[in-house]
């Protein structure tokens, strides 16, 4: 598990930055999706599926970010190539290899939601959110316990 600390300050306020999209409440989301999907980064690899990274991201997600929401928005084709290096979809496995990146790809995942952002300091909210638009109805996360890992994750 991260240090939630040094995690804020060397990844996830940089790539948020580095997007232009940093606010508190982007910020507290992907700690929190950070949390419940890898333990605080403890995995970078489902156990038994697809997903990768610390935000345990599939690789379909991954390139349907880009062919149906990156590529129709040349600020973040900018933003990712200057500041990220990319500027064509990059192979799945970056995202267990730069926490940067796999950072402004969970943001740029939560971007193409209309709803807004719940607030950071409420944790239910997160949750809910989280549950919607990125485990899903059909995805495994449960209430009680993504509101643990979540807690966990803050007192490292």
């Given at each position: 598990?991260?240090?939630i600390s040094q995690f804020r300050q060397y990844i996830i306020t940089p790539a948020l930055s580095n997007l232009q999209l940093y606010?508190?409440?982007?910020?507290?989301?992907?700690?929190?999706?950070?949390?419940?999907?890898?333990?605080?980064?403890?995995?970078?690899?489902?156990?038994s599926g697809p997903a990768v990274g610390i935000y345990q991201c599939e690789p379909n997600t991954h390139n349907d970010i880009w062919r149906n929401y990156i590529i129709h928005h040349n600020n973040y084709v900018s933003q990712l190539g200057l500041n990220f290096g990319v500027s064509t979809i990059p192979d799945v496995s970056r995202l267990m290899s730069d926490l940067l990146y796999a950072s402004a790809i969970c943001r740029l995942h939560y971007?193409?939601?209309?709803?807004?952002?719940?607030?950071?300091?409420?944790?239910?909210?997160?949750?809910?959110?989280?549950?919607?638009?990125?485990?899903?109805?059909?995805?495994?996360?449960?209430?009680?316990?993504s509101l643990r890992k979540y807690q966990a994750f803050l007192r490292t």
């Open positions: 598990m991260f240090d606010s508190k409440d982007a910020e507290e989301l992907l700690v929190f999706t950070c949390a419940v999907e890898s333990d605080g980064g403890t995995f970078l690899h489902q156990i971007r193409r939601v209309k709803e807004a952002l719940p607030p950071a300091d409420d944790a239910e909210k997160l949750y809910d959110y989280y549950k919607q638009y990125y485990n899903t109805s059909a995805g495994k996360s449960k209430k009680a316990t």
